[in-house]
């Protein structure tokens, strides 16, 4: 059970270098701050997306990468990512229903691809947005998700169903 109430909601930022070591310090920290605040549940969920967006965000965009976790409510975890590149992945556009399921198919061929799929498999609810797209000059693009409880049990049935 979490120790955070309506009146004592938090939040952490991290901003990170382009560097392929940022994402073990976004891992560190972002378990760290779950587990302090008796999210305890959530910390390997929350390490894996978060290490999975920093990871995209190393790979596609060449500026620094900010993150922000945020306790929502109801035991439930924000994660947003910060990069330069504007371009939306296709795992993160968003189609006509928001959340789990409509999940792109992956080519098992592929030698990348399956890391923002896990994001989408592991979140509760997900979306992304671009700079570009309503400012023109704002570079860069926000991907987020949230993370509860019931995110896992979830996903781990629905790819069981597949």
């Not at 920290?29 to 965000?57: I, K, Q």
């Not at 061929?109 to 671009?130: F, P, T």
């Not at 860069?140 to 790819?159: D, H, I, Q, R, Y």
Request: aromatic share 8%; charged share 25%.
């Amino acid at each position: 059970m979490a120790t955070v109430s309506p009146e004592n909601r938090w939040s952490y930022s991290l901003t990170l270098p382009n560097d392929p070591r940022s994402a073990r310090v976004a891992r560190i920290t972002s378990r760290g701050a779950v587990e302090t605040h008796g999210m305890g549940e959530l910390a390997d969920d929350t390490e894996l997306v978060v290490s999975e967006l920093v990871t995209n965000s190393y790979l596609y965009s060449d500026g620094p990468i900010e993150v922000r976790l945020k306790y929502v409510a109801d035991d439930r975890l924000r994660i947003r990512v910060w990069d330069r590149n504007p371009e939306i992945p296709l795992a993160f556009e968003r189609p006509v229903r928001c959340g789990k399921g409509l999940i792109p198919e992956i080519d098992p061929e592929a030698s990348r691809g399956r890391g923002l799929r896990i994001v989408r498999l592991c979140a509760d609810n997900w979306g992304s947005w671009s700079g570009s797209a309503t400012y023109p000059g704002l570079q860069g693009k926000l991907l987020w998700c949230e993370v509860s409880p019931a995110s896992v049990p979830f996903a781990l049935v629905a790819t069981a169903a597949v």
